[in-house]
């Protein structure tokens, strides 16, 4: 499928294709591994199944590299809207990327303190594992600042949608509500951690702004209208 005839297809593969590395190392992988409260338990799931840990750490890398390609073929697709607004949303998108770099070097001592690296036998087991705790703790408040990010882009997205008049408005609308979501939950664990899970829950259908957005652009597609030559041709005329 060429991503001429069909950006919008195209964008929304590469869409699929990030989201599930993405979904693999900030889902499935942490309800595998982690044990809230319970840094010795966790710290023997993480070394009976170190690779799935590691796999976990490159998905994440993958994902957030491969997002930049996303950020790209939606600029692509949306330009013609408003060219502006469309390099907002890359300038968000790349501004966001390091911090998700930066932030899997929790992982990666978490998982260095659990192996009792040659640096560490000075330091007991127990504490090792309280350390590996306190490091996956940071990840988590990692994400927590990424979705400043992850919600600031949706908002000149959203508006980009909402305007094109080749993608349905209500998409856009619900694009806006969903960066609005993220932006809430990142501040909410900030002022009142808490509440943070159940802001979390109640932030749900909110938080499914972008996967319909994704679904709608594999199913059905999107193509920007063409530009009207005509009155240029009658010009040269």
Known sequence: MSST???????????VLTGIPGFFAIEYVP?????HGNATATASNIAAFETLFRLGIAAQLIGQAGFIFVALA????????NRRDASLMVTLVVVGIPIGFLNEL???AALALVRGA??????EKPQREALAMLFLNLHFHGFVVAEIFWGLWLFPLG??????????????????????AYMIL??????????????????????????AFMLWLVIKGARPPALDATPLLSAVV
């Open 118 to 123: 040659d640096f560490l036998p000075v330091v």
């Open 106 to 108: 929790n992982s990666i």
């Open 31 to 35: 309800s595998k591994l982690i044990v």
């Open 186 to 211: 990142s501040l909410t664990e900030v002022l009142s951690p808490q509440y943070y899970d159940k802001v979390s829950t109640y932030a749900q259908p909110a938080l499914f702004g972008e996967v």
């Open 74 to 81: 939606l600029y692509h697709l949306l330009k013609g809207v």
């Open 5 to 15: 005839r069909n950006p919008g297809r195209f964008a929304g593969l590469l869409y």
């Open 159 to 180: 508006l980009l949608v909402y305007r094109s008049r080749f993608l349905p408005r209500f998409l856009g609308v619900w694009l806006v509500i969903d960066g609005f």
